[in-house]
């Protein structure tokens, strides 16, 4: 898995959100300016552009906290509901702005304004204040959109990591389970060996307990305790077993999928015949992206392999949900190759 650093969602939506807030003001200020030219004198008058663009920072306030609010309020509310009453909502506080500000300026002039006065300031702010809920509207919804994604996405989080450690823990009883069968055979012919084998499989088993929470691991811890579960298989058949670890020690950092190495080797000793007549080479390298395990292909009966498909299929659906990089299998009439990718 790979972390990046980028800007959040939400980071980027207030950017945006927060150069249209400025662009419209700037728009708004400008038409205001316009409007109170006296085209014939070319001046302007001022206290109407003062007034003006006070009562629409007004509604604005007002509009950043009544939009939040009737957003809490209208959960179950239609998309007809909550538009209306964002309408609604909005010509009222145009309405009451205006003849707030149409009736301080009566003071000032010290005259009475006309009706069609009152009803240009009506219908001026009544815009104005429709552009600025339509701009709070959209960042709401936008919100609450890249919330409802969040939450499915931590949902989806859950559920992988859920399906991830049922995976994981069905590989130890199958571990397990092989290792006391290499064991009971080791047993009776030869008891000495035998010994040094639980020794090495306590070596193994301790490694699994103790990185069971670990999703990845270091590609050198990794064919530490690979080298020692080979030495195990190594013990019962001799000359039978030949394997070799070649891997750059500067790939040795990265990580790969936590016991990813062991179920591959583990699989090669499983599935293929391993005797004198036809010993059995296990190669452990690097190659560019990949570690790669690689045996000669020389499968046994299945009449004498008990197996319930856990181990490569296990091994790839546990990738799958940690990387897009594939599991690479390759088969021919001498080897047989799985190449697991660096997390």
């Not at 972390?3 to 945006?16: D, E, G, V």
């Not at 939009?67 to 009451?96: D, F, H, K, M, N």
Request: glycine share 4%.
């Amino acid at each position: 898995m790979i972390l990046t650093h980028l800007a959040t969602p939400n980071s980027i939506n207030k950017a945006f959100f927060d150069r249209t807030e400025i662009s419209t003001w700037a728009v708004a200020i400008t038409v205001i300016v316009i409007m109170h030219i006296d085209y014939k004198t070319g001046e302007i008058t001022w206290k109407w552009v003062i007034a003006v663009i006070l009562g629409a920072f007004t509604i604005s306030r007002i509009q950043n906290w009544a939009i939040p609010y009737i957003t809490q309020r209208a959960g179950s509310w239609t998309v007809g509901r909550i538009i209306g009453a964002y309408v609604l909502e909005s010509v009222v506080v145009a309405t009451v702005v205006s003849l707030v500000v149409a009736r301080l300026m009566e003071f000032t002039y010290s005259k009475p304004f006309s009706v069609n006065t009152y009803m240009g300031g009506v219908i001026s702010f009544s815009l104005f204040t429709l552009v600025m809920t339509s701009i709070f509207v959209i960042e709401e919804f936008i919100t609450r959109w890249r919330g409802s994604l969040l939450q499915e996405q931590e949902l989806k989080q859950a559920l992988l990591k859920a399906e991830f450690d049922n995976l994981k823990s069905q590989v130890n009883p199958h571990f397990l389970f092989n290792s006391l069968n290499i064991l009971s055979a080791l047993i009776p012919e030869d008891p000495k060996n035998a010994v040094g084998m639980v020794e090495r499989m306590s070596k193994v088993f301790r490694y699994n307990l103790q990185n069971s929470d670990r999703n990845s691991i270091e590609l050198e811890s990794e064919l530490k305790i690979v080298d020692a579960y080979l030495f195990i298989h190594k013990m019962r058949f001799g000359d039978n077993l030949q394997y070799n670890i070649s891997v750059s020690a500067a790939k040795f950092p990265l990580l790969i999928l936590t016991q990813g190495l062991l179920t591959l080797v583990e699989n090669a000793l499983k599935h293929n015949e391993c005797s004198s007549e036809n010993p059995l080479l296990i190669e452990v390298f690097d190659e560019k992206k990949w570690i790669v395990v690689r045996n000669n292909y020389q499968p046994k009966s299945r009449q004498f392999v008990e197996s319930n498909n856990i181990g490569l299929v296990n091994l790839q659906t546990r990738y799958r949900l940690l990387t897009t990089e594939p599991v690479i299998i390759a088969q021919d009439e001498k080897h047989f190759t799985v190449k697991i990718p660096f997390i």
